[in-house]
């Protein structure tokens, strides 16, 4: 995807900023009632349903561009699907309406309703498969760390750039097997490795904070729809990220190419993988590190939402009392 020139009228409405907060928020409340129960399928149902109810009342002309996957396979939100009232700005929206579905089914901390919108055109167009990334905060030389480098390579080069030990260096990784070469490699390098059980949005947006986090570094494959989301808040607060889609079928390569994407090695940069004027909104189901999860008082609903927008790098925290309780649990 060439680079984006950002022209005024491509600039996303300021006043949608806060619009987009009641998206996530009424998906992450829908999420949230489901907390715990065990069902994976029927918490994310709920944040999809909710989810694309509130885009449907937005002044938007969206597209849906990186969904809950085929239009066969997924009954909403799927990739090309309108949303909106189609009489504002046309858009283009990625949507993962509960990011950590199994955090949810089990009540872990870490599962979000995420959202990002940006002009059409400007994120990259990705099917759902995986992605493998590498991510690192603010403050470091362009490239100092590469997805064609070794574990023990980025390790070294990050530490070296930060003007510490490879052994001050945290890497988060998602605790899978098919990470374990990945795993010995950054430990091999002398790195700590912290592992999560899912939520790698969050784990990349955790690089950009590590002196809260104590995260350094992200890395490992998981969903590229997750890639585009994490991209696009990383842009807001600064780093770096590289991206590259598993396409290791014969069926992906030819669904990538229906969608625009000619090299299926292709290394995508953060700006790549998320150009131009970028709003992603993430509010918290569950208790986390980024957001607070939903609070159902007596007559009160309590959500924390984060809204992180590239082109200002403003980020907002909007702490939000519901009291139409009724209308939140039947709507
Ligand atoms: C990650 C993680 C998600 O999927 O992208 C992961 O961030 C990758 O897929 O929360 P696998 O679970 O197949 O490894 C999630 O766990 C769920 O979407």
Same mark, same amino acid.
């Given at each position: 995807?060439?680079?984006?020139?950002?022209?005024?009228?491509?600039?996303?409405?300021?006043?949608?900023?806060?619009?987009?907060?009641?998206?996530?928020?009424?998906?992450?409340?829908?999420?949230?009632?489901?907390? #715990?129960?065990?069902?994976?399928?029927?918490?994310?149902?709920?944040?999809?349903?909710?989810? %694309?109810?509130? /885009?449907?009342?937005?002044?938007?002309?969206?597209?849906?561009?990186?969904?809950?996957?085929?239009?066969?396979?997924?009954?909403?939100?799927?990739?090309?699907?309108?949303?909106?009232?189609?009489?504002?700005?046309?858009?283009?929206?990625?949507?993962?309406?509960?990011?950590?579905?199994? /955090?949810?089914?089990?009540?872990?901390?870490?599962?979000?309703?995420?959202?990002?919108?940006?002009?059409?055109?400007? /994120?990259?167009?990705?099917?759902?498969?995986?992605?493998?990334?590498?991510?690192? =905060?603010?403050?470091?030389?362009?490239?100092?760390?590469?997805?064609?480098?070794?574990?023990?390579?980025?390790?070294?080069?990050?530490?070296?750039?930060?003007?510490?030990?490879?052994?001050?260096?945290?890497?988060?990784?998602?605790?899978?097997?098919?990470?374990?070469?990945?795993?010995?490699?950054?430990?091999?390098?002398?790195?700590?490795? %912290?592992?999560?059980?899912?939520?790698?949005?969050?784990?990349?947006?955790?690089?950009?904070?590590?002196?809260?986090?104590?995260?350094?570094?992200?890395?490992?494959? #998981?969903?590229?729809?997750?890639?585009?989301?994490?991209?696009?808040?990383?842009?807001?607060?600064?780093?770096?990220?590289? #991206?590259?889609?598993?396409?290791?079928?014969?069926?992906?390569?030819?669904?990538?190419?229906?969608?625009?994407?000619?090299?299926?090695?292709?290394?995508?940069?953060?700006?790549?993988?998320?150009?131009?004027?970028?709003?992603?909104?993430?509010?918290?189901?569950?208790?986390?590190?980024?957001?607070?999860?939903?609070?159902?008082?007596?007559?009160?609903?309590?959500?924390?939402? /984060?809204?992180?927008?590239?082109?200002? =790098?403003?980020?907002? %925290?909007? =702490?939000?009392?519901?009291?139409?309780?009724?209308?939140?649990?039947?709507?």
């Amino acid at each position: 995807m060439a680079d984006l020139v950002i022209k005024q009228q491509d600039i996303i409405e300021r006043i949608l900023t806060m619009e987009l907060v009641r998206v996530t928020e009424r998906a992450a409340v829908a999420a949230a009632h489901l907390r #715990g129960r065990g069902d994976e399928k029927a918490a994310d149902q709920a944040a999809v349903d909710a989810m %694309r109810r509130e /885009l449907n009342r937005l002044p938007i002309d969206g597209t849906i561009v990186i969904g809950e996957g085929e239009r066969d396979e997924a009954p909403m939100l799927f990739i090309g699907e309108r949303v909106g009232t189609m009489t504002g700005p046309k858009v283009d929206i990625a949507v993962d309406p509960l990011e950590g579905t199994t /955090l949810c089914a089990k009540d872990m901390a870490g599962s979000v309703a995420v959202m990002a919108v940006a002009q059409a055109g400007a /994120l990259l167009n990705a099917p759902d498969v995986y992605m493998e990334k590498i991510a690192i =905060g603010p403050g470091y030389p362009e490239g100092v760390v590469d997805l064609d480098m070794t574990p023990e390579e980025n390790v070294r080069a990050l530490a070296k750039a930060k003007g510490v030990t490879p052994g001050e260096i945290t890497v988060l990784i998602l605790d899978r097997e098919r990470h374990q070469g990945l795993i010995d490699g950054c430990r091999r390098a002398g790195a700590s490795v %912290r592992m999560i059980t899912d939520g790698d949005v969050a784990g990349v947006i955790y690089c950009a904070q590590t002196a809260i986090s104590g995260v350094d570094m992200y890395m490992g494959t #998981g969903g590229a729809p997750e890639g585009v989301l994490a991209a696009g808040a990383l842009r807001c607060v600064g780093g770096q990220m590289q #991206g590259r889609l598993v396409l290791d079928t014969p069926e992906k390569i030819e669904r990538a190419r229906s969608m625009g994407i000619t090299d299926p090695k292709r290394k995508y940069t953060m700006k790549e993988l998320a150009n131009g004027d970028v709003i992603v909104c993430l509010t918290g189901v569950t208790d986390g590190p980024l957001v607070q999860g939903v609070k159902f008082g007596k007559d009160i609903i309590n959500t924390d939402t /984060l809204i992180y927008r590239s082109v200002t =790098g403003t980020v907002r %925290r909007i =702490g939000a009392e519901h009291r139409e309780m009724g209308k939140f649990r039947l709507d």
